[in-house]
C-alpha cells in the first residue's frame, strides 16, 4: 500500500510513520505548514508547526529513508481553523480547533490531495483505534484522541491509519527512544497549536477588539459587571468573571448573547444542564436508529456520560443521565458506544447548539 | 537514478577527488613560514593561478571564499561599504529583482540596517536585463553605490549581456558585481574581457567541491572585508585557507572550461530533446525564459543544461515529489528555509502570474548526464502531469 504518513514532528506521528515503514508499505512523509508565522520559534511543549517542528519530522523521515515534503496549507488552514475559530467566540459559541482541523485539513484537504496523487491512505499519530471502519477509543484511555476524530464519515475513515490506538503512550516513547529518534523525549504537545503563548483570550482579543458588554446576575437580572468582550467567556467557567455578585457562593457562566453582548452568570444550581440539543450530526458509519441509548463525551478529555439521544428538529436530543455544568454551544458531543473490550467504538457527533 | 538537478549541485569529477584526497593527507597551514607551510602555499597559488587562467583573470584577483552565498554577500556589502564609505552620497543600490537570494538578502539586510536604497530593474519576460534598463535606472550615477546584475539566470537559465552592461555602468561610474555560479563552465565566462568589477563562482556547481568558492575582484575594486582576522587573501576575507578544497575548486573549473564547448553542444542537445519531447506529451507546457537557440553578443543566451517549464493547473510541488517517487530528480526552482514551496520570485519578476509561477519545474542536465535520463523522463511525464493536475482541482 502507499501510504502518506503525515508528520508532526511529534514522537507520535514520528511511530506511526515508522510502523507504517516496518509493515512493509510505501511510505511518505509529509509535514503540514499550517502557521502563517512559521519562524516563531517552539516555546515550551505548545505548538506543532513551527520550523524546528519541520526539522524534527524531516530528521525522523531521513532516519527511516522515507522521501519527505512539506505542504503549505497555511492559507486554508487560516480560513477553514483559526477564522472559525474566531467567528465561533465572537458568536458566542465555544468551538474545538482540533477537531475543525481534523475534518476540515487532515482528512479533507490533505486526504483528498494524498488520494488525488495516487496514495491509498493516510497515516497519522492519532491515539485512536481503527479496525473494520470502526473507530474505539486508545489503549491508553488517559490520551485517547477519539473525541477529536469524532467528526469523520466513513469515507475519511475508509482512507484513515491509526497504527498507535493499541499501543500506550509510554510505549511509544519507548519505540522511539529504541529507534533512536531525537523525538523520543520531546515534550506532549498540547493546548491549541496556533497559540503558542496559551493565551487563548489574549489571542481572541488582538484578533477582535474590546466589544463590551453587561455580566448580568440570572436570578436577580441585575447587572453586576462589565466586560470586553464575550469571547473572553466560556459557559460553565467559573475562574476570572471579575464581578462580585453580593454573597459568597460561586458564580458560573450560564449562557453568552452575542447581539447584546450579554454574559449570563448564575449559582451553581443553575450551571448544570441535563438535556443537549445539537446541530445536525455526522456519523462514522451507518446512522444508528434512533432513540438509542450511548455514552456522550462533551469535550476533549471530559468525563462520558450515559444518555438516551432521540431525533429532534434536524439535530438531536441529548437527556443525559447525570447533569452536568459547562456545557457550551460550540462544542462536539461525541456519542461513543461503550465496550470495555474493544475500546468504546465512537458512534457520531454533533455540535452543542442549546443546553438546559 | 534520473539526476537532472545539476543546477542544485553536480557530481564530482574524479580528477578533483583524486587531486583533494592528495591533498587532504598533507599537513600545512599556508601561511606558516616553515617547509609544510611553502608546500601548502604553493598548492593554493598554483590553483590560483589556474584558476584565474580559466576564468580570464589575473591570480592575484581571486579571492577565495567558502562559496557563492558568501562571494554575493561580500561583494554586495563589501563594495557598497567601501564606496559609500569614500563618498557618503553613494547611498543607492541598483539591482535585478531575479538575483539569487544571497544577493537580494544582501540588499535587504543593506535597507534595512545600513541606510542603503535600492532601485530594482525591470527584467524582460525572457529574464534579461537590458542595458538601457540599467542606463536609466543608473541616472547619472553619482549616488549608486553598486549595481548587481547575474551573469546566467540559476532558476530559468537566461543570459544577460554583462560586458554591455558593465561598461554600460562605468560609463557613469558606477561598479558592477556579477554572481556568475551558473555561467562558469556553461557560457564562456572572460573576467576581464566583461569588464565587471566582481564575479562570483563557486565550486559545487562545476564539479568540485561543496563550501569552496572565489570572488574575482579588479585590483583597483576598494571592498570592505565580511570578516577580519588574519590578513588573507588581500586583507579582504581572512581565515585559514582550506587548501584541499581550493585545490579541488581549481581542477574543476580549469577542467570543466577547458571542456566547456564540447559538453554545452551534448547537454544542449540533450536539453532540446528533454523540451522538445516534453511539449510533445504535454502540449500545454510552457517554456520559461530565453528561446532554447537564443543568441547573445555570439554566444548561448540560454545556459545549455537548463529547461524550465510550466505545466497549468499542476503545482510544482506535486510534479516534483511524483516524479521523485519514479526515480526522477529535479527541481521546483525555490524552496525557503522552511522547506514549504513559494512562487519562483524569479518567475514573479519576469511577469508570471502565481499560476504559472507555482506550476513550474527545473530540470537542469549536466556532464553526467544522457539519452537514458532524457528518456526516463518522457516515459512518465504525460501521466505525472495529468495525476497532478487532478490533485490540484482537489484544493482551493
Known amino acids: ?356 | 537514478m534520473t539526476y537532472l538537478d545539476h543546477a542544485a549541485t553536480t557530481p564530482m569529477l574524479p580528477e578533483v577527488l583524486a587531486a583533494m584526497t592528495e591533498q587532504l593527507g598533507r599537513v600545512g597551514n599556508a601561511s606558516s613560514l616553515h617547509a609544510s607551510g611553502r608546500a601548502a602555499r604553493r598548492a593554493a597559488e598554483q590553483s590560483r593561478e589556474r584558476l584565474a587562467d580559466a576564468l580570464g583573470a589575473r591570480p592575484s584577483e581571486v579571492l577565495f571564499t567558502g562559496g557563492g552565498t558568501e562571494s554575493d554577500n561580500l561583494a554586495v556589502k563589501g563594495l557598497f561599504w567601501a564606496r559609500r564609505g569614500a563618498d557618503t552620497q553613494r547611498r543607492r543600490l541598483v539591482v535585478s529583482p531575479a538575483e539569487h537570494h544571497a544577493v537580494l538578502d544582501s540588499v535587504e539586510w543593506l535597507v534595512k540596517h545600513d541606510g542603503a536604497e535600492v532601485t530594482w530593474l525591470p527584467v524582460e519576460p525572457s529574464g534579461r536585463i537590458l542595458p538601457e534598463a540599467l542606463a536609466e535606472a543608473l541616472g547619472d550615477g553619482r549616488d549608486v553605490a553598486v549595481a548587481s546584475v547575474m551573469w546566467a539566470n540559476n532558476e530559468i537559465g537566461t543570459v544577460s549581456d554583462i560586458a554591455a552592461l558593465a561598461a554600460t555602468a562605468h560609463a557613469v561610474g558606477v561598479p558592477l558585481h556579477t554572481d556568475a555560479v551558473q555561467a562558469v563552465g556553461q557560457v564562456p565566462v572572460d573576467f576581464a574581457a566583461s569588464g565587471v568589477d566582481a564575479l562570483t563562482m563557486t565550486g559545487h556547481k562545476l564539479g568540485g567541491p561543496m563550501g569552496a568558492g572565489a570572488l574575482l575582484l579588479r585590483r583597483d575594486a576598494e571592498c570592505t572585508p565580511l570578516l577580519h582576522g588574519g590578513g588573507q587573501e588581500r586583507d579582504v576575507r581572512s581565515g585559514t585557507l582550506d587548501v584541499a578544497a581550493i585545490v579541488g575548486l581549481a581542477v574543476a573549473t580549469g577542467t570543466t572550461v577547458s571542456r566547456r564547448e564540447q559538453r554545452a553542444e551534448q547537454v544542449g542537445a540533450l536539453r532540446d530533446r528533454l523540451v522538445q519531447g516534453v511539449t510533445a506529451e504535454v502540449p500545454d507546457a510552457r517554456l520559461n525564459g530565453a528561446p532554447l537557440d537564443d543568441e547573445l553578443a555570439g554566444g548561448p543566451g540560454r545556459l545549455p543544461g537548463n529547461a524550465h517549464l510550466s505545466f497549468p493547473g499542476a503545482e510544482g510541488d506535486a510534479l516534483l515529489m511524483l516524479l521523485d517517487a519514479r526515480g526522477i530528480e529535479c527541481s521546483t526552482g525555490s524552496a525557503c528555509s522552511a522547506g514549504v514551496a513559494r512562487p519562483s520570485h524569479v518567475l514573479l519578476a519576469v511577469g508570471a502570474d502565481g499560476e504559472r509561477a507555482r506550476s513550474s519545474l527545473r530540470f537542469s542536465l549536466g556532464h553526467t548526464s544522457t539519452d537514458a535520463d532524457v528518456d526516463a523522463v518522457l516515459d512518465v511525464i504525460g501521466p505525472v502531469v495529468e495525476r497532478a493536475r487532478r490533485a490540484g482541482l482537489g484544493r482551493r
Open chain 1, 1 to 356: 500500500m502507499r501510504v502518506l504518513a503525515a508528520m508532526s514532528g511529534g514522537v507520535d506521528s514520528a511511530v506511526a510513520a515508522a510502523l507504517a515503514v516496518d509493515a512493509g508499505h510505501d511510505v511518505t512523509g509529509v509535514h503540514l505548514a499550517l502557521s502563517q508565522n512559521r519562524q516563531t520559534l517552539r516555546s515550551g511543549s505548545r505548538g506543532c508547526c513551527s520550523v524546528e517542528d519541520s526539522h524534527d519530522a524531516r530528521r525522523v523521515a531521513d532516519e527511516l529513508g522515507i522521501p519527505f515534503y512539506v505542504w503549505d496549507l497555511a492559507d486554508r488552514f487560516t480560513e477553514d481553523v483559526v477564522d472559525d475559530f474566531v467567528a465561533e467566540y465572537a458568536a458566542g459559541r465555544t468551538p474545538n480547533p482540533c477537531l475543525r482541523c481534523n475534518e476540515k485539513i487532515k482528512f479533507s484537504a490533505v486526504l483528498d490531495r494524498a488520494l488525488s496523487l495516487g496514495f491509498d491512505a493516510v497515516v497519522t499519530g492519532h491515539h485512536a483505534r481503527l479496525a473494520g471502519g470502526e473507530l474505539r477509543r486508545s489503549v491508553d484511555s488517559a490520551k485517547d484522541q477519539s473525541y477529536v476524530l469524532g467528526v469523520l464519515t466513513p469515507e475519511q475513515l475508509a482512507a484513515a491509519w491509526f497504527p498507535l490506538g493499541g499501543t500506550t503512550k509510554d510505549r511509544v516513547r519507548e519505540i522511539a527512544a529504541e529507534r533512536g529518534f531525537a523525538v523520543a523525549t520531546k515534550p506532549d504537545s498540547h493546548d491549541i497549536c496556533f497559540i503558542p503563548d496559551g493565551d487563548t483570550r489574549g489571542f481572541l482579543a488582538r484578533r477582535l477588539g474590546s466589544l463590551p458588554g453587561p455580566v448580568v446576575d440570572a436570578t436577580t437580572g441585575a447587572t453586576v459587571g462589565e466586560h470586553d468582550g464575550t469571547y473572553g467567556f466560556t459557559v460553565g467557567q467559573r475562574k476570572g468573571l471579575g464581578v462580585s455578585a453580593g454573597d459568597s457562593r460561586p458564580r458560573y457562566v450560564l449562557g453568552i448573547e452575542p447581539v447584546s453582548r450579554t454574559v449570563t452568570i448564575g449559582t451553581a444550581d443553575l450551571a448544570v444542564v441535563d438535556e443537549v440539543r445539537t446541530g445536525v450530526p455526522t456519523w462514522t458509519g451507518a446512522a444508528p436508529a434512533l432513540p438509542a441509548r450511548f455514552e456522550v463525551q462533551l469535550r476533549a478529555h471530559g468525563t462520558p456520560v450515559a444518555c438516551e439521544v432521540s431525533a429532534a428538529d434536524g439535530g438531536l436530543r441529548i437527556a443525559l443521565a447525570e447533569a452536568q455544568r459547562g456545557v457550551a454551544p460550540g462544542q462536539s458531543a461525541v456519542l461513543y458506544e461503550p465496550d470495555a473490550v474493544r475500546g468504546d467504538r465512537v458512534v457520531g457527533q454533533a455540535a452543542v447548539a442549546d443546553a438546559r
